[in-house]
C-alpha cells in the first residue's frame, strides 16, 4: 500500500464550473476524512466517513459541496458552480478502526489543489 | 466545538538549539487525543507525536517531546537539537472524533 493518493494534484477550472476530486485511502483504513486549507492556515474539518457513512459534515460543507464513499473505500469530493472562494488545497485523510494501535492517527494524502479563476 | 489555538504565528531557531511552540484547547470531554503534525513546503503533512489524554506521562519521539498539562489544557512541543530539516509548518491537532487544527507554527531554523 502507498498511502492515500489524491487525484487530480491540481485543478484549475473557471468559476461556475464543477469539479471533482478522488482519494483512495490505505486499505485496511475504514475512516476517511476530507479538510480544506486556504494558505497559511490549517486544515478546516469538512466531513467524515466511516466505511460508506458519513457521520459528521461541518457547516462549511454548503449545498454545493457533496462527499461520496460508495462502496467504503474509495471517495469523491464534488464541489458545483465553483466560486473563487472555494480556492484552497482540499486534503483526504485516513485511519485505521476506533481501538486499534494507531487509531486516531490521521495519514494524509499529498492534497488537491483546487485554483478557480 | 472543540477549538485548538496556537497563539505563535512565527517562530525562529538557531540549528542545534531547542525551541517549544505552544497550543492551548479547549474541550469538555475527558477522553481525547492530542497530536503535532509538520507540514515542510509544499510536502504533505506528516504526524510528528501523539499523546493520549488518559496518559500522565508526556510523549517523546526521538528530538520531539510534548509538556501535556491536562488541566491546563494546554499542550506544547519541544524540538531539542533542531534541524534544517525541521523548518515546517507545525500544528496542533485535537480529536475525540473528528480532527481539529490549530492554525498553525511556522519554523524557521537558521544554521
Known amino acids: 500500500d502507498t498511502g492515500v493518493s489524491q487525484d487530480p494534484r491540481h485543478k484549475i477550472t473557471k468559476r461556475g464550473q464543477n469539479v471533482t476530486f478522488r482519494c483512495d485511502p490505505i486499505?485496511?483504513?475504514?475512516?476517511l476524512y476530507w479538510y480544506r486549507q486556504t494558505l497559511g492556515q490549517g486544515p478546516e474539518f469538512l466531513t467524515y466517513f466511516q466505511n460508506e457513512a458519513q457521520l459528521e459534515k461541518s457547516r462549511l460543507l454548503s449545498d454545493r459541496f457533496s462527499a461520496e464513499r460508495p462502496k467504503g473505500s474509495f471517495s469523491t469530493l464534488e464541489i458545483q458552480r465553483t466560486e473563487q472562494g472555494d480556492s484552497a488545497m482540499y486534503l483526504c485523510?485516513?485511519?485505521?478502526?476506533?481501538?486499534?494501535?494507531?487509531?486516531?492517527?490521521?495519514?494524509f494524502g499529498a492534497g488537491s489543489r483546487l485554483t478557480v479563476l | 466545538a472543540q477549538t485548538v489555538t496556537q497563539s505563535q504565528p512565527e517562530m525562529s531557531v538557531q540549528e542545534a538549539e531547542t525551541v517549544t511552540l505552544s497550543c492551548t484547547y479547549d474541550?469538555?470531554?475527558?477522553?481525547?487525543?492530542l497530536f503535532w503534525y509538520k507540514q515542510p513546503p509544499s510536502r504533505q503533512m506528516i504526524l510528528v507525536i501523539r499523546?493520549?489524554?488518559?496518559?500522565?506521562q508526556n510523549a517523546t519521539e526521538n528530538r520531539f517531546s510534548v509538556n501535556f498539562q491536562k488541566a491546563a489544557k494546554s499542550f506544547s512541543l519541544k524540538i531539542s537539537d533542531s534541524q534544517l530539516g525541521d523548518a515546517a509548518m507545525y500544528f496542533c491537532?485535537?480529536?475525540?472524533?473528528?480532527?481539529?487544527f490549530g492554525a498553525g507554527t511556522r519554523l524557521t531554523v537558521k544554521p
Open positions: 486499505s485496511e483504513h475504514n475512516r
Open positions: 485523510a485516513s485511519s485505521p478502526t476506533q481501538g486499534i494501535p494507531g487509531a486516531n492517527v490521521l495519514t
Open positions: 474541550t469538555s470531554e475527558s477522553d481525547y487525543y
Open positions: 491537532a485535537y480529536t475525540d472524533n473528528d480532527m481539529r
Open positions: 499523546q493520549e489524554a488518559y496518559k500522565q
